[in-house]
């Protein structure tokens, strides 16, 4: 709690908290923040996002110190929904004679690394668990173990409660060209922040794999101020800006005229022109941090650009590979940690 002036003595503002954590709006679920007052108060309660824009404001006169709440059912100030992500709410009272006293833990709690536990997928129930000390901001990435390739980014930095987690996962890439689900090599990474203890967590009907803004906020663009500031760390996923903290999509082709077998799988006899591109809405998240582009055949590493560029061209000669289906896989290493990948699949028939 911060608070201004020896006023602090005559108002107090304490026992700030909700009633949950996680609020499913379209469920038709409200969420109370309550609050305690010592003395008459203008009260005020702000919602921002996770980028600290302002998208709810609550204010009430409250005429004798007491318990009190506001209610919030999941919407902005025009009515609507905001979407499935994380929040914070904030909390000042104004005295009559107008000293303040404020309520804002988001600088101050949160952003600290938890290691998951329990981490387990059922194959069969195509479920992965695993158990957060805290509610935290989560990452999931699956690849192959022992230098191997990221095949697929399952959740992205989405809030998640603590304790016990279900995320769905069939068990294959992020381009449903290889199935991992019962690989010995499988790889699963839980990398997560947690949130500050002053944080709402909004959870739509359908799951989704990243977060979700209200890109267009026409009421007001207020912006909440940070109070502390912490050293930058490159690597440190809390400290990006939220908006700007996912792994890209990619896609990865195959240049020129082959023949292709049954299943539609170009038929390599000679060196293999390999196309990477990124969506243009992408482009410029990537290119401002930077990135290299690494190529795997069948997940074993084999060539790497350190420059990256896109779209990027690397031609692949097929000299000694056996006949047969093979995999290869592309991957955009950020240079901030955020990381893309794609995989084909290709039928080598030796020339004679």
């Known amino acids: ?45 702000k919602i921002y996002d996770s980028r600290n824009i302002l998208v709810r404001k609550f204010t009430e006169n409250r005429n004798s110190g007491g318990d009190y709440s506001f209610l919030w059912d999941g919407k902005d100030e025009s009515g609507n929904t905001v979407p499935s992500n994380f929040y914070y709410y904030t909390v000042s009272a104004t005295s009559q004679n107008g000293r303040t006293v404020t309520y804002d833990l988001t600088d101050l709690t949160g952003g600290e690394v938890e290691n998951a536990q329990g981490i387990k997928y059922d194959s ?41 987690n279900v995320e769905k996962w069939d068990g294959w890439d992020n381009c449903h060209v290889v199935n991992v689900k019962n690989s010995k090599n499988l790889q699963i990474n839980v990398s997560a922040y947690s949130l500050p203890m002053n ?23 207020e912006v909440r101020q940070p109070t502390k500031k912490a050293k930058k760390q490159m690597y440190n996923h809390w400290q990006h800006p939220r908006d700007r903290c996912y792994d890209p999509v990619i896609k990865i082709s195959a240049l020129g005229n082959f023949p292709r077998t049954r299943d539609g799988l170009p038929v390599v006899s000679s060196p293999l022109p390999i196309q990477t591109t990124i969506p243009s809405d992408e482009l410029p998240f990537m290119f401002d941090q930077r990135f290299e582009v690494v190529y795997y055949v069948d997940f ?41 990948s794609a995989t084909m699949k290709v039928y080598v028939k030796p020339s004679k």
Do not use: C
Request: hydrophobic share 40%.
């Open 124 to 164: 069969e129930k195509r479920e992965l668990q695993y158990v957060l000390p805290k509610a935290s901001i989560v990452n999931i990435r699956i690849g192959y173990a022992n230098g191997g390739p990221l095949l697929r980014t399952l959740i992205d930095w989405v809030p998640r409660p603590g304790g016990l």
């Open 1 to 45: 709690m911060v608070a201004s002036g020896a006023v602090a003595s005559k108002l107090t503002l304490s026992n700030v908290r909700t009633d949950r954590l996680v609020l499913k709006p379209e469920t038709g679920e409200n969420l109370k923040i309550r609050y305690h007052i010592s003395a008459p108060a203008r009260v005020v309660a």
């Open 300 to 340: 074993v590493f084999l060539y790497e650009e350190e420059l990256g560029y896109v779209p990027f061209t690397w031609k692949w000669d097929p000299k000694g590979v056996n006949e047969g289906v093979h995999y290869i896989t592309v991957m955009l290493r950020g240079y901030e940690g955020h990381f893309g």
């Open 199 to 221: 944080s709402i967590i909004v959870q739509g009907l359908n799951t989704t794999s990243r977060p979700e803004f209200i890109e267009n906020i026409t009421w007001q663009k």
